[in-house]
């Protein structure tokens, strides 16, 4: 899911929705839609493809009269990007029709319930339960059916929602998901984000977790959960409207590693229940995990890092043979694998040209294919015969960060996933594993926190020609996408080496002020890394740390440090790789560097 918009005023509600959803199109989306209310009732029209689509197809809004309405740009998670799947969703009686922004995880559940009391689905959406939820609570009172509906909602969401019989009302209400309102004269707004407000008005609302805004063109109320009113405090926007489409961060790249933390919550916390790995979309059977004797993981460029971060621990917990391979290699590799091998994909796109050839290939041969991939209704995920989305919604930079984070978050639980089903862990280490996931975001949060300094070492690194990145076991996985994240967004060469194979050839390339970071994380090898360090710097490297709150052995041999929070040793990655990501973009910025958009790189790489 993507971006809302609503407007309530004196002015043709179509036009106004169009430009805040063009406002929008920078977050990504693969289809759009307004519903107006007119002097008829409420009309709605959407279609999938760019937001042009929708100008066209409106007639750039002239097909909808009327003075409020609602919009949305969506990123599809549930259904396939369709006509039909696309938002608004509209009542069977055509009295209510809504949008939305996030998960409604218990849909399944909701579905059943009103398919039972006869109301019928036309999508494969979450978000059509929420409409006919109003409808069965309706009596008259829109904000009491908004509250009751809600009410029965499990998951995130950011909804706006117009009723036939409220012709000049929008109401807003939201649980985990950003929502904004935009105070005008003699028109008001909502939003998922800023930017689609700011050509218009620069006061805004925030709109907490739980609270129902009911907006018409003179005033904007707004009830906590419980009903009662609520004083909200009207801030004034700084940002200029360029700033304001990154959050009011100066990049892209910076705001998606800051939205890690939620990212990734949303990936694994509607899989976690009740201490349980629940992987609804797997067509896995049981008796097919346990007969699986050997993993091979595929993917290119930073989706192959998160593969080979997590091979670790999907083999310590499975105990299964698990290699990983470049997709670009691995179809000309002539591969052992068959009706027993399990390939899982790794893309972000899941347009990947290399890794749809591998895929293709392994099929040919009998695998067992699974996806992780980020868009849904991508040609990966058609073809594979499970998915895991990973739910991170949409990334601008080119540069991956909330991508690969949360690839690696999904083999995670599938890790554990496996795990309990091939009888290699109990149900109370099951709770423990799931338990230590679910701090993932906050790990994340505290990795952040703990180290203000980065943009400080950045000044420091920053005119190096040449860096080097070493670890042992899963942190040199990680030195590999370390290294990666700096030599694509600031052009210095870097490289990642596995610390024990320092004396077997690399240890030659260490001269005097030679930066080396040297990453510590995993405790069983901290005493080996701390020999390493010793020896580049011996040879006059000069020792960027990183290692866990209260190792600070390191202090008395880097010259400088960065830590991490301490976490299990088989789910350290996420806060292990961001301080590296947040180094990258500090050393880029420093060297003046496009970090969006680095030269010569694309966010898809759909040819081989």
């Known amino acids: 899911m993507c971006g809302i918009v609503g407007f309530t005023g004196r002015q043709e509600a179509a036009q106004i929705l169009l430009e805040g959803l063009k406002k929008l199109e920078y977050r990504g989306y693969d289809s759009a839609g307004l519903a107006v209310l007119g002097k008829n009732g409420i009309s709605m029209i959407k279609t999938t493809g760019k937001i042009a689509n929708l100008c066209e197809k409106t007639q750039d809004g002239k097909l909808l009269p009327g003075f409020a309405g609602i919009g949305h740009t969506r990123w599809a998670t549930h259904g396939a990007p369709t006509d039909i799947n696309a938002h608004p969703h509209m009542s069977n009686d055509g009295k209510f029709a809504v949008v939305h922004n996030g998960i409604i995880e218990n849909y399944a ?25 109003l409808s069965l609570y309706y009596n008259g009172d829109l904000k009491e059916a908004v509250m009751k509906a809600t009410a029965r909602l499990e998951g995130s969401y950011g909804l706006g929602v117009v009723c036939a019989d409220y012709p000049e009302h929008i109401v807003a209400t939201r649980q985990f998901s950003p929502l904004i309102l935009g105070v005008g004269v003699g028109e008001n707004y909502f939003a998922s984000d800023v930017t689609a407000l700011i050509s218009h008005t620069k006061n805004v609302i925030y709109l907490e977790d739980g609270e129902v805004a009911d907006i018409t063109p003179d005033e904007i109320c707004v009830y906590g959960p419980t009903g009662k009113p609520v004083e909200k405090e009207i801030t004034r926007v700084q940002w200029d409207m360029e700033a304001a489409e990154k959050g009011g961060y100066d990049h892209f790249m910076l705001k998606e590693i800051i939205e890690q933390p939620r990212a990734i919550k949303s990936t694994v916390e509607p899989r976690i229940k009740d201490g349980k790995v629940v992987l609804e979309e797997l067509n896995l059977s049981d008796d097919e995990i346990r007969s699986i004797d050997k993993i091979v993981i595929t993917a290119c460029g930073s ?53 749809i050839s591998a895929l293709e290939e392994a099929k040919t041969r009998g695998a067992k294919i699974l996806a992780i991939v ?33 690839q690696v978050a999904v083999m995670y639980l599938f890790s554990v996933y496996m795990a309990r089903r091939r009888g290699r862990i109990s149900e109370d280490e099951e709770k423990r594993l799931t338990g ?6 906050q790990q994340i949060q505290r990795a952040i926190d703990l180290n203000p300094q980065i943009p400080s070492l950045a000044k420091e690194y920053h005119h190096n020609k040449s860096l080097f990145f070493i670890g042992r076991n899963v942190d040199y996985a990680v030195c590999l996408e370390g290294s990666l994240k700096l030599k694509e967004i600031s052009y210095l060469h870097s490289e990642a080496y596995a610390a024990g194979e320092l004396k077997h050839g ?29 020896e580049v710097k011996a040879r006059g490297a000069k020792v960027l740390g990183v290692t866990t709150e209260g190792q600070n052995r390191i202090v008395r041999e880097a010259d400088d440090v960065i830590f991490v929070p301490k976490t299990d040793t088989l789910f350290g990655v996420p806060s292990e790789v961001v301080p590296l990501q947040l180094f990258a973009y500090y050393v880029a910025k420093e060297n003046g560097c496009n970090i969006d958009k680095p030269r010569n790189l694309a966010k898809s790489v759909t040819v081989e």
């Open 303 to 355: 989706a192959y890092y998160a593969g080979c971060a997590a091979k670790y621990t999907l083999e310590k917990l499975t105990r299964v043979p698990v290699t990983t391979e470049l997709a670009s290699e691995f179809r000309y590799s002539d591969p052992i694998i068959d009706d027993k091998t399990l390939l899982i994909v790794i893309s972000q796109s899941g347009e990947t040209a290399d890794t």
């Open 436 to 441: 230590e996931i679910m701090q993932i975001p």
């Open 506 to 534: 690399t240890i030659a390339l260490i001269e005097e002020d030679q930066p080396v970071i040297a990453l510590s994380c995993y405790e069983p090898l901290f005493d080996k890394m701390m020999s390493n360090i010793k």
């Open 374 to 406: 980020n868009v849904v209704g991508s040609r990966i995920s058609k073809l594979a015969d499970n998915v895991i989305y990973t739910w991170a919604g949409p990334e601008i930079a080119v540069a991956t960060t909330k991508g690969y984070t949360t």
């Open 109 to 133: 559940v909701l579905r059943d319930e009103l398919v039972e009391r006869g109301f019928e689905f036309k999508s494969e959406t979450d978000t059509e339960v929420v409409v006919h939820l």
